[in-house]
């Protein structure tokens, strides 16, 4: 009909040759072409699911008076696919019958469902063939695609159920390349046929070089030198082939005493599309550097250093060498994290947390669910290929760079985690109380930002940076409420922590401002509005809701941040003197100090002769005996402190009901101020000697856990990698802030050092 109504045929002509062509009433033709241009809208998708089901209906009434008309099959076939998701109950009514399984075959051409295919593994678990079928269904080396190559494979030279020669070439050389792909590498040798087998020449000569190179991987892997050797001799045999598509230049070192990675040059650059996928450059690329990876495995010189080589997967090319390469994470990535730790070099060692066992685990679990009346065995296989792969573990130092700070000074950070905020909460007398509107079941459970207010009071600009709450204005006194990230850093999930700020003079200027030890959700909301005055006296009185979050359900977008606990009609109160207390005299409230892991009571945490409230690094004594990683990391700081990472989320309507009063930090787009602080995750041994401007408190991962589970979730910078060749002439660097990151390739040239960025990363 399609190509009929480009011709320019109208409604009433398609009718017509439909009922001609396949022979149908001419209503039933009326009827087939109203519900085909209903089905094919271009929103379909977006209907309601009863117009859906309506839809639905009146194909199953046409089926269910034209059972034995093939295009009303089709047709309703079609319909399931679109509106059904190819569910096989909706499906299996159709192919009932003796010829069930050529019904099943040809719908399945028409529609590509996988539940038409997956019923016949129980019908003939013994047939390869219809395992066979299923290989192409999902990605290489999926659980589910796995598990059929591998039950084809095994099924592929039965008596009961065979393949042809030359359909089981195509098998084994399938399941080979899914073993390689999902990381089972003592599965993919076993599956290299015998050299007396008669599948043993045609698969050979299928293997192109990417394949070579990743058998001998494999084999280094395992253990087996020789074979990796004897495989990597097989691919140098070939030419350029189909899959690197290009003469290979090998840009030779020249003589140098380090082993460098071939670079991709500016003519190959230029080739990368818009989408940042590698050219068949970067596939030439790759084939010379893991032939010099493979040579580095089997020969290792301790004259030269491998670093830049080493370092490979955190180039610019790697995402290249990703898409060009389907080995590239199961198979190189295990190899240079070996090769790295071989060397020397364990800050090169990729992070092992256990997300892509999970992820197998999961991936295998759902497909187990989906698979549609398959046979058990098929089921047992796809469980099995959702195993952790075979690739030897490996065995990491404990930290690659010590801690770095005093057993004192880690004591008391450890005690501040200990600390709690006075405050009382109290239920709102009822003359205080307003009416606030019910929120919908979906509002109460998915917090959504609101829009600001236009224009803040003229004094706003004397306030902490971040987002005016409340204020409260009498004669020349004014009590503001600030949230704001500077001792909060929660990234997109809220705008940080509640301060306090007090003005005598009606705004001109205003006493520092108090950390209240309050944090966005943890639990408290305070309402934008209220009829409770901020101040009775000497204390402070604020009314706010109770809602608190679950953080590990927070989606980012849409916003949505999930209620776990709600309760209105609340107040909390506090002297303004608990919130002023600065035991140690330091100009740091006792308050801001706990929040920083600082020690109240000691005016100089570090003892360094910096009081605490003028120490950029409170925690880290000054000394001239540095690491060679200071002078490298204060360049990488510039890079990612430069910018200041606000609130997305504004959170002052959060309460519920009420218009917004407050103003979102806008991402990326205000400087970092001097009162500012940062919080980074990293041994605090790289930050000796460091002159920063602003105030960094240094946490272990420990610390950072530890912080979190008392106080909330926050997002502090973290510095997971900084590894510097032997020299100190390179380096890499990998930071992350929960929701955006990077990858840094530092070089120091003629004496200085200079940093290029070769990734980044934003959600």
């Known amino acids: 009909m399609y190509a009929w109504a480009k011709q320019g045929a109208t409604l009433a002509v398609l009718r017509s040759r439909l009922a001609e062509k396949y ?25 309601k699911p009863g117009e859906r089901e309506q839809l ?42 003796a010829e069930e399984e050529t019904l099943r075959q040809q719908l399945y051409t028409l529609t590509q469902c996988p539940s038409l295919l997956t019923p016949l593994t129980a019908l003939h678990p013994e047939r390869a063939e219809t395992y066979a079928a299923l290989i192409e269904e999902d990605e290489v080396g999926s659980p589910m695609q796995l598990a059929s190559v591998r039950m084809a494979d095994a099924l592929a030279s039965s008596a009961e159920g065979g393949l042809s020669p030359v359909k089981q070439v195509q098998i084994r050389i399938a399941r080979l390349h899914a073993e390689l792909t999902a990381g089972f590498v003592d599965a993919a040798i076993r599956a290299l046929p015998k050299a007396d087998s008669p599948l043993h020449d045609p698969v050979m000569s299928a293997l192109g070089v990417r394949d070579r190179l990743a058998i001998a991987a494999a084999y280094w892997l395992q253990g087996d030198a020789q074979s990796a050797a004897a495989w990597r001799a097989l691919a140098a045999q ?21 082993i460098t990675a071939a ?23 790759l084939r010379v550097n893991l032939d010099r990876v493979l040579n580095l495995a089997l020969a290792p010189d301790p004259a030269t250093d491998p670093f830049s080589l080493l370092s490979l997967q955190y180039q610019k090319q790697e995402a290249g060498y990703q898409e060009a390469d389907p080995y590239w994470q199961s198979l190189w990535t295990p190899l240079l994290d070996r090769l790295a730790q071989r060397e020397g070099y364990p800050g090169l060692v990729g992070s092992d947390d256990g997300w892509w066992p999970k992820h197998r685990r999961e991936e295998a679990e759902q497909a187990v669910k989906d698979c549609y009346r398959c046979a058990p065995a098929l089921l047992a296989a796809i469980h099995l290929a959702g195993e952790r792969p075979t690739v030897p573990p490996l065995v990491l130092a404990s930290d690659v760079v010590s801690g770095g700070l005093p057993a004192a000074v880690t004591t008391r950070m450890d005690q501040q985690l200990l600390a709690t905020v006075h405050w009382q909460q109290l239920p709102l007398p009822q003359e205080w109380r307003t009416p606030k509107p019910q929120p919908s079941p979906e509002q109460h459970d998915r917090i959504a930002a609101r829009p600001g207010r236009d224009h803040s009071p003229a ?25 704001s990230q500077r001792l909060d850093p929660v990234g997109e999930l809220s705008s940080g922590g509640y301060w306090v700020s007090l003005s005598s003079d009606g705004g001109k200027t205003f006493a520092p401002p108090l950390y209240t030890g309050l944090r966005v959700y943890q639990p408290y909301v305070i309402r934008p509005t209220s009829k409770l005055p901020l ?21 980012l977008p849409p916003i949505a941040l999930p209620v776990v606990e709600s309760k209105d009609d609340l107040y909390i109160r506090i002297p303004l003197a608990e919130l002023a207390r600065d035991s140690d005299g330091d100009g740091l409230s006792d308050l801001a100090e706990q929040a920083m892991l600082l020690d109240p009571t000691v005016a100089d945490t570090d003892a360094d002769g910096l009081g605490d409230a003028q120490d950029p690094l409170p925690q880290v004594a000054s000394s001239a005996n540095c690491s060679r990683y200071s002078e490298p990391l204060a360049l990488v700081l510039n890079q990612i402190l430069g910018k200041s990472l606000g609130a997305i989320v504004t959170t002052a309507a959060h309460a519920g009901g009420e218009p917004a009063q407050g103003y979102a930090l806008g991402l990326g787009t205000a400087a970092q101020g001097t009162e500012g602080t940062t919080f980074l995750v990293a041994p605090a041994a790289y930050f000796c000697g460091i002159s920063l401007q602003h105030r960094v408190i240094v946490l272990t991962p420990a610390q950072q856990s530890a912080l979190a589970a008392a106080r909330g979730v926050f997002y502090p910078i973290q510095i997971s990698k900084f590894e510097l060749s032997r020299d100190g002439s390179q380096g890499v660097v990998v930071w992350s802030a929960t929701f955006t990151g990077g990858t840094l390739l530092l070089k120091k040239v003629n004496g200085q050092w200079t940093m290029e960025e070769a990734g980044r990363w934003i959600t």
């Open 23 to 47: 022979a149908l009433p001419p209503a039933l033709a009326g009827q087939l072409v109203d519900l085909t241009f209903a089905r094919v809208r271009p929103d379909s998708y977006l209907e």
């Open 56 to 97: 639905l209906s009146r194909y199953r009434a046409q089926y269910a008076q034209y059972p034995n008309l093939p295009v009303i099959r089709n047709e309703l076939a079609f319909a399931i696919e679109d509106f059904e998701a190819c569910s096989g109950v909706a499906l299996d009514p159709m192919v009932q019958g």
């Open 238 to 258: 070939l030419p350029a082939s189909a899959e690197d598509n290009l003469k290979i230049d090998e840009n030779s070192d020249g003589g140098s005493a380090s």
């Open 263 to 285: 670079p991709v040059n500016d003519a190959q650059k230029s080739e990368e599309n818009s989408e940042g996928r590698g050219t068949p450059f970067a596939a030439a690329s």
């Open 459 to 483: 004094w706003a600009r004397l306030l902490p940076a971040g987002e005016l709450v409340r204020y409260q204005v009498d004669g020349l006194r004014i009590v503001a409420i600030t949230a």
């Open 535 to 555: 101040l009775d006296g000497d204390s402070l009185r604020i009314e706010v809701a109770l809602r608190r979050i679950d953080p590990a359900k927070v989606m």
